[in-house]
């Protein structure tokens, strides 16, 4: 009966273990996909600003007196 109580709380803790890696390598896969995301993301917004900058979107000056878009 003894043998029974610890064959019965090892397979608890196996089974703890296991929900424990299966929730670890289900939230590193999604940082993993998040992180890709998010530097997508962040690059298009880049790109985006960077072109808006660069090549202006006001009709006659941008951000500067004097200066005209050309």
């Given amino acids: 009966m003894h043998a029974k109580r ?5 397979q608890a803790l196996f089974e ?5 890696a299966f929730i670890a390598l289900f939230g590193i896969t999604m940082l993993k996909f998040l992180s890709k995301a998010m530097d997508d993301t ?13 090549v202006g979107v006001c009709k006659d000056t941008c951000f500067k007196q004097g200066y005209g878009n050309k």
Wanted: avoid cysteine; hydrophobic fraction near 50%.
């Fill in 6 to 10: 610890e064959s019965e709380r090892g």
């Fill in 16 to 20: 703890y273990i296991l929900i424990f």
């Fill in 42 to 54: 962040m690059r298009e917004v880049a790109w985006f600003i960077t072109q808006e900058l660069s």
